[in-house]
Every structure is written in structure tokens, then in C-alpha cells.
């Protein structure tokens, strides 16, 4: 897990880097992208530092892997959101959607307590990675 979080990590700056160098100068586009790039960073960062096992007492690297974690799940969405309203509907509508099922699941998961948090979790880490995916193939292009 820990290289997965080195690569991903710096796939998603070298992202938040093509989107702000890029030609549109829109400041939802510039925040969008510096808060990609501050997600990346933590992202690469978490890598250091392995998540407790369940049941096991807290330590300071499951301290730290935990708060980067809500860094990377903040500051992720919110910079993929700003960044999709800044390309228009094709972009942002289908962002919008992904996020309103995956919270839509979480708030399921929650309120009727089927112990399916880790999935709930796994699908919104699927909705990130997708977009990042997809995001980065559109830099790829326009570069082109």
C-alpha cells in the first residue's frame, strides 16, 4: 500500500501541476488545482505512515496515516469539484453525481448501520481515482 501511496501521490500533483499550468486562468480552476496538489502531497505522505489494525491501540503512524486520510478525502473533492465547475457540464454534472451516490451510500451505511463502512469507503477511493484517471487523460490530450 505504502508504494501505492507514493505514486499516487505524485500522480495527483503532477495533475494539480498540468491543471494550473494549463491555458485556462479561471480562479476556481487555480484553487481547484492547488488543493489537488496540497491532496497529493498529503496522499504521497500517508505512504510513510501505516493505518492501525483494527483492534489494536493507536499509535502515532495510525494518528498521522488517519488526519492526512481526511486531508486527501477533504481537500480532494473539493478541489475535483472546483476544477469540474470550471469545464462545464460535461464535467460537473457527472462529478456531482458520482459524489451525491457515494454520500448517498454513506448516509445509507450510517443510518441503518449494515457494517459496510470500508466498502462505503472503497467506493468514494474508486470515484477519486476514477477521476483522477479520466482528469489526467483530458491534461494528456490537450497537451497533444
Known amino acids: ?8 501521490g505524485i500522480g495527483v500533483a503532477a495533475l494539480a501541476f498540468a491543471i494550473y ?13 492547488a488543493f489537488l496538489l496540497v491532496a497529493g502531497l498529503a496522499l504521497f505522505v500517508v505512504g510513510a505512515f501505516p493505518t492501525d489494525v483494527e483492534g489494536s491501540p493507536v499509535t502515532s503512524h495510525g494518528t498521522i496515516h488517519n488526519l492526512l486520510s481526511q486531508v486527501v478525502f477533504t481537500l480532494g473533492p473539493i478541489g475535483i469539484l472546483l476544477v469540474s465547475a470550471s469545464r462545464g457540464r460535461k464535467w460537473f454534472l457527472p462529478t456531482l453525481s458520482a459524489f451525491i451516490l457515494t454520500g448517498a451510500f454513506f448516509a445509507t451505511e450510517g443510518i441503518l448501520s449494515l457494517n459496510m463502512n470500508g466498502l462505503a469507503e472503497r467506493l468514494f477511493i474508486l470515484v477519486l481515482l476514477s477521476w483522477w484517471l479520466l482528469a489526467s487523460y483530458s491534461e494528456f490530450e490537450l497537451a497533444a
Open 1 to 8: 500500500m505504502s508504494l501505492g501511496f507514493f505514486i499516487g
Open 21 to 33: 499550468g494549463g491555458n485556462e486562468h479561471r480562479l476556481a480552476t487555480r484553487v481547484g488545482a
